[in-house]
């Protein structure tokens, strides 16, 4: 059994006597994008005419992904040569939410520069495998939390990054350590990336599960007619067909001297309120200031929807609660008898997304998302007990699913922890590698 020491440091304890202590300062050039390194949205451009600028959606798992892109005008790539990527490069982020998250480089699939949010780990003198793993720790998670500042933006600045302490074992050491953590989270990530894949399965069975009852019911044998919504085809006989204005209209009324809670509407879960939104989340609302004004905002009521005057990705939003929302969204509600959860369901239902997304594609050139497209387009009206009934199914069958789903990420949750426990325990001396 090796001969321990104190380190000195919180959060490390006991170290083998071998190991040595420094500064990442001292171990690695640090570079990010600061001063006339910056840009605009007017320095991107279209795949093909740039590099890429990678940006904290790069990094998965502690591995690099190159499935969505952005890209950068060469102009502005070859500006600051010390922050072109090359495979073995290290970065983290320092800008963002997702502060603090680190990735070792690798099969970049061309040129590449960072975006704002990044700085990059150049030219080290330890081995790059086992920094990679030492930033993965809760030790250095704990750090950029106490270097962090800033509420709306949390940002950490490069100085306090480097002046972080790490632990050195001998070089032969590390290559040892880097190794046996390669092979040990290589078969990690195999069990984490099949339950993630088994949570993709489950996810899509959901899906197909909702599109299934709203658009056809829960009779398969009922007889079917063109109703002429012509994203849905065949609907069951006793089903009708209306135009969105026919069953929902604008809410137009305004205005709130503060007695309204702001709502924000969000596509996981729904219209909450900001306080709610800010604890389940994590993640900051955007205020109001002095300078709003309560009388541009809209008023939204239980049993009302919402939709974004730019943006449609996730469908209609339901809201549960009383309050205003941005002048930014549309706000509507049934002005006809409906069971609210099967049109809640409707409205977040694949191929009723993609019909509103034909009206988007304009979108650049400016063109709003309109209540007047949603209003003119076909949309099915069963009887009011067959949506109850479609409803009640969902909801007990997405509940089942849910909570199958729910277990799944509890297990990449532990994987997780298991992980970083162990990648702790190994770099930090208090594990040997086996012989």
């Not at 709306?152 to 050491?173: L, V, W």
């Not at 658009?215 to 069951?236: F, K």
């Not at 939003?317 to 002048?327: F, I, K, Q, T």
């Not at 009011?384 to 949750?413: F, M, P, T, W």
Request: hydrophobic share 35%; charged share 25%.
């Amino acid at each position: 059994m090796r001969l321990m020491k104190d380190s000195g440091i919180s959060g490390i304890g006991k170290i083998p006597e071998s190991y040595k202590i420094s500064r990442i300062k001292y171990l690695t050039d640090i570079f990010g994008r600061i001063g006339f390194r910056g840009y605009t949205e007017q320095d991107l451009v279209d795949e093909d005419e740039g590099p890429i600028t990678l940006s904290p959606s790069n990094f998965k798992n502690m591995h690099m992904t190159y499935e969505k892109c952005s890209y950068i005008s060469w102009d502005k790539y070859y500006e600051s040569p010390e922050i072109m990527i090359h495979d073995g490069d290290i970065l983290m982020v320092k800008t963002g939410s997702t502060y603090g998250k680190s990735c070792l480089v690798t099969g970049l699939p061309m040129e590449a520069t960072i975006n704002p949010q990044l700085l990059v780990f150049k030219n080290l003198k330890i081995n790059t495998g086992f920094f990679a793993y030492f930033l993965q720790t809760d030790y250095i998670t704990d750090l950029c939390e106490l270097a962090v500042v800033g509420s709306t933006i949390p940002t950490m600045s490069q100085a306090k990054i480097g002046n972080f302490q790490i632990i050195i074992p001998p070089e032969s050491e590390q290559a040892k350590i880097t190794d046996y953590l390669d092979k040990k989270c290589s078969e990690i990530d195999t069990i984490f990336n099949e339950i993630q894949a088994q949570i993709a399965i489950l996810e899509q069975y959901r899906s197909s599960v909702i599109s299934e009852a709203v658009t056809r019911g829960l009779n398969e044998s009922t007889d079917r007619y063109d109703a002429g919504i012509d994203w849905i085809g065949n609907v069951p006989k006793q089903w009708k067909a209306f135009k969105g204005k026919y069953l929902f209209a604008q809410r137009s009324l305004r205005g709130n001297s503060k007695e309204l809670q702001l709502l924000s509407p969000t596509q996981k879960y729904g219209v909450i309120p900001q306080a709610m939104y800010e604890e389940i989340s994590g993640m900051s609302a955007v205020k109001l200031n002095d300078s709003t004004d309560l009388q541009a905002l809209k008023n939204i009521h239980k049993g009302d929807y919402c939709i974004s005057l730019r943006s449609f990705q996730g469908g209609f939003e339901y809201s549960e609660y009383e309050g205003v929302v941005s002048p930014a969204y549309q706000v509507f509600f049934p002005i006809v008898k409906v069971a609210d959860g099967y049109y809640r369901y409707l409205f977040k239902e694949r191929s009723f997304i993609e019909k509103i997304n034909s009206y988007t594609m304009t979108l650049r050139d400016g063109k709003n998302i309109a209540f007047s497209d949603f209003g003119n387009t076909y949309i099915p009206y069963p009887p009011v007990e067959e949506q109850e009934a479609i409803a009640s199914y969902l909801d007990e069958k997405c509940a089942g699913i849910d909570s199958v789903i729910a277990d799944k990420r509890n297990q990449l949750e532990v994987i997780e922890r298991y992980k970083k426990s162990l990648i702790f325990e190994y770099v930090t001396g208090k594990k040997e590698v086996p012989a």
